[in-house]
């Protein structure tokens, strides 16, 4: 496709529910992306990826986060055991790796997870 | 620390009349700076990005936005609003960490009145 797109858009899960959010970025974008936007707040960077290599995570909130993009491509975020501080719309972004720099981000619609 | 702070939460405008969304950043060196729009279900969406280069952007959609080091500012402005202007914009910079980190202001929600 042309742009970032994430699956599920929605998601409604059970307090204590693991949950797995998808994003597939745009073809050939090396970096990756994962934001978490609560309601009426800007984003805040979760995690990075440069193809399949995780250069950080210091943004996620707990242990019970975890992301991986294993060929590169298409990453995943998941979420055990969820909270309802969870509840919040998931971005993902990906940019080229270009030398002058900045990269500019394209984000995709993101993921709203609502957990009862 | 780099961080930005959008001074006003909402702003109304009516049609056809300039719009002016505030931002002042903090960075301990020379930023690179951006404004994103959000509209309703739609994912971010880049209106323009300051690098260094011209102080004066000009980005998508009319607006532009003025770098003054001065001010610590980099205000979001377009003379004439449209209906379609209606969403909710992000003042945001970046710093280099190995790759360029984001960092999100809180949000200006416009609202445009026929």
């Known amino acids: 496709g042309a742009g970032v797109s994430q699956s599920p858009r929605y998601k409604v899960a059970k307090r204590g529910q693991d949950v797995a959010l998808r994003c597939d970025p745009i073809s050939g974008h090396v970096s990756l992306f994962w934001y978490q936007q609560a309601l009426g707040q800007g984003p805040e960077f979760l995690t990075y990826?440069?193809?399949?290599?995780?250069?950080?995570k210091s943004g996620l909130p707990s242990d019970r986060f975890f992301a991986e993009r294993p060929e590169g491509s298409v990453s995943t975020l998941k979420i055990q055991r969820t909270q309802q501080e969870d509840s919040a719309v998931y971005l993902c972004?990906?940019?080229?790796?270009?030398?002058?720099?900045?990269?500019?981000?394209?984000f995709g619609p993101g993921t709203r997870l609502l957990v009862l | 620390a780099q961080s930005v702070t959008q001074l006003d939460s909402h702003v109304s405008v009516s049609e056809g009349t300039p719009v002016l969304l505030r931002c002042n950043y903090s960075?301990?060196?020379?930023?690179?700076l951006f404004w994103y729009v959000q509209h309703p279900n739609k994912g971010l969406q880049l209106l323009l990005k300051?690098?260094?280069?011209?102080?004066l952007v000009k980005g998508i959609n009319g607006f532009e936005a003025e770098f003054k080091k001065s001010e610590t500012s980099f205000h979001l402005t377009k003379p004439s609003a449209h209906m379609s202007d209606a969403a909710e914009y992000f003042c945001?910079?970046?710093?280099?960490?190995?790759?360029?980190?984001?960092?999100f202001g809180t949000g200006t929600r416009l609202l445009v009145s026929p």
């Open positions: 960075s301990s060196y020379s930023p690179s």
């Open positions: 300051y690098t260094s280069a011209a102080t």
């Open positions: 945001v910079v970046s710093f280099n960490t190995g790759f360029q980190k984001l960092v």
């Open positions: 990826f440069q193809n399949e290599a995780q250069l950080d």
């Open positions: 972004a990906s940019s080229p790796l270009l030398a002058g720099g900045p990269e500019t981000q394209y």
